[in-house]
């Protein structure tokens, strides 16, 4: 049997490495695949979690100089969880046969430690918006295969002498496969029909408040406007349950594990939550709102109007919400974080067809087609083959 460690940083990163590995074993049936999330806990279909893991308060966003989540990480125990995580792979060499790196250079850095053949497979950097500098360039190199996000970066590294390739972007992969009658169930009835997705940290509770308070101002004057709230599998319903009851909003239970709960004002459906892979909405939705990653790329990549909003006191995250508009362009629309601008926003692109029309043009241009999970699958497989 052979053993493959995947290492990810990030939250959308550990859904590419599950996806991964799915595609890995479908390839090699005899694979055993193994998870070290270097941020936050992982909870993977395709993979055995393994090593050091741990949720810290900044949920993984520290980079850009972010001075504050970094030292509120610090003091969560960052240090000693980056040396036990480092302990753990420079152990692992006798108990693999490769490692696949997904996230920043750093994950790879990491990975390497493990001195084992390396896939590194790159989702923050991208010529659009922040290229790799030279020294990422060097650690780079180091990998057996370079798997980036567009061909454009591909091309600029293959120009400095790293064998950089672009087969797909594997986010355009990760919600295409779903059984869509759960999505069909959490957005019966509305019309619009919206996908409201607050992200997969902790401050999605918070978020997923305010969505549904723009929401909900948008419908008082579309009545039949409503949404499917997905709900991440690092969180749990009733976290959002707690957090929407103190918002003043009446929740009712449902028996159903995929739309476990009703958010309701004055006995009207505003909202479904939603248990599932957002392959199964995004077919029927006429724009995703929220405040995710991956997941807004991945409806991007389906050809769906993307809008965020710039919630937050200190702004602190604005870098991060800048840095995925560089990326996706006019696909992904930002509106200010206060309830009736988010409002109004939303009700003007609403009302829009040929603007969300060529954002969701937008969209599939900048992420590109499908396949590239199958492809970085079968270059893993030739790695194990080549020892």
């Not at 006798?94 to 850095?109: H, M």
């Not at 937050?312 to 991060?320: I, L, M, P, Q």
């Not at 206060?338 to 954002?359: F, I, Q, T, W, Y």
């Not at 590109?368 to 492809?375: C, D, I, K, L, V």
């Amino acid at each position: 049997m052979t053993r493959v460690l995947f290492v990810s940083n990030g939250h959308g990163e550990a859904a590419i490495a599950d996806r991964l590995a799915f595609e890995l074993q479908r390839l090699r049936p005899q694979a055993a695949c193994d998870h070290l999330a270097l941020v936050g806990e992982g909870r993977s279909r395709s993979m055995r979690e393994v090593g050091p893991q741990r949720s810290l308060p900044s949920g993984g966003i520290v980079a850009m100089g972010n001075v504050r989540n970094i030292v509120r990480d610090v003091r969560g125990g960052l240090v000693g969880l980056t040396l036990a995580q480092h302990r753990f792979l420079r152990r692992a060499r006798s108990q693999y046969d490769a490692c696949v790196a997904i996230g920043d250079v750093f994950a790879l850095l990491m990975t390497l430690a493990t001195h084992l053949p390396t896939v590194y497979v790159g989702t923050a950097k991208s010529v659009l918006v922040a290229p790799y500098g030279r020294m990422e360039e060097r650690v780079l190199r180091r990998a057996r295969a370079i798997f980036v996000r567009d061909a454009a970066t591909a091309e600029r590294l293959r120009e400095h002498g790293v064998a950089a390739r672009a087969p797909g972007n594997v986010i355009v992969d990760l919600y295409g496969e779903a059984d869509p009658q759960a999505g069909l169930r959490a957005l019966a009835g509305f019309d619009p029909a919206l996908a409201l997705v607050p992200g997969s940290r902790t401050s999605a509770y918070d978020d997923a408040a305010f969505l549904l308070r723009a929401v909900d101002a948008c419908a008082a004057e579309r009545p039949t406007l409503g949404g499917a709230l997905s709900i991440a599998s690092t969180l749990t319903a009733q976290g959002f349950i707690e957090r929407l009851r103190a918002d003043g909003w009446q929740i009712d239970l449902r028996d159903d594990e995929a739309v476990p709960f009703v958010v309701m004002r004055q006995g009207r459906a505003i909202a479904r939550a939603f248990r599932g892979p957002l392959g199964a909405l995004f077919g029927h939705v006429t724009a995703v709102i929220g405040q995710a990653g991956t997941a807004n790329e991945a409806a991007a990549a389906a050809g769906i109007p993307v809008v965020a909003f710039e919630l937050g006191d200190d702004r602190k995250n604005a870098w991060y919400r800048m840095r995925q508009h560089g990326l996706l362009g006019e696909a992904l629309e930002i509106l200010p974080g206060d309830v009736p601008r988010a409002a109004a926003g939303l009700r003007a692109l609403l009302g829009d067809a040929s603007k969300r029309e060529r954002m969701g043009a937008i969209g599939r241009e900048r992420m590109g087609g499908p396949g590239g999970a199958r492809a970085i699958a079968e270059c893993i497989a030739e790695v194990l083959d080549a020892g």
